[in-house]
């Protein structure tokens, strides 16, 4: 609830989303989105391009691009960017991905939930599963998932490195041995 003193008193807020896809070839797809949220004379605009391309039986790239644009109270404007990109290897043994997230520091979207912008990303994941002959034990083996990301000055933010060994039993029954080495820098201290 807004004080009778605020600017913004009065005013209506609006709200508007456009999405648009479409699937072609074996189970790939490209897509527009767009949002906008208008109150009193703030706004906020985002444009996106987003696609799943299956490059292969096996092989498969998610990537999206987006643009935003937001409207102070007091007329500030900024303009930010966000990309993210993705490509992803999955067959019966061995499964593979890796990603990279660049969220611009003046990016922002108020149509949606991004926790934190300023960021680049970089994360990878592996994983090999063998299945024996028989019926107690249906695959086992080792998972490694390992993550680091930066400001955009260069500054290390946080990185993880999460290797697991897995036995999968019948009956969606697994037994996992996991450990985890993490980094954070939060507020200048590590």
């Known amino acids: 609830i807004l004080s009778p003193s605020d600017p913004r008193y009065g005013d209506r807020a609006s709200a508007g989303v456009f999405r648009v896809q479409r699937e072609f070839g074996s189970q790939s797809s490209a897509g527009v989105l767009v949002t906008s949220r208008d109150f009193g004379p703030t706004s906020n605009r985002v444009a996106g391009f987003d696609t799943r391309l299956k490059l292969s039986p096996n092989w498969y790239f998610t990537g999206q691009a987006m643009s935003s644009e937001t409207r102070q109270l007091r007329g500030e404007r900024s303009l930010g960017q966000a ?108």
């Open 83 to 190: 990309y993210l990109a993705r490509l992803d290897y999955r067959g019966r043994n061995f499964a593979h991905s890796t990603s990279y997230t660049d969220l611009g520091p003046s990016f922002r979207t108020d149509m949606g939930y991004v926790k934190r912008v300023d960021l680049r990303a970089v994360s990878e994941y592996a994983s090999y599963l063998w299945y024996p002959y028989g019926r107690r034990l249906l695959s086992f083996g080792p998972t490694v998932s390992v993550s680091a990301d930066w400001d955009h000055q260069g500054q290390l933010q946080d990185w993880n490195v999460y290797p697991t060994f897995e036995l999968n039993f019948p009956r969606y029954t697994s037994i996992k041995v996991a450990t985890s080495r993490t980094h954070e820098l939060y507020d200048g201290i590590e």
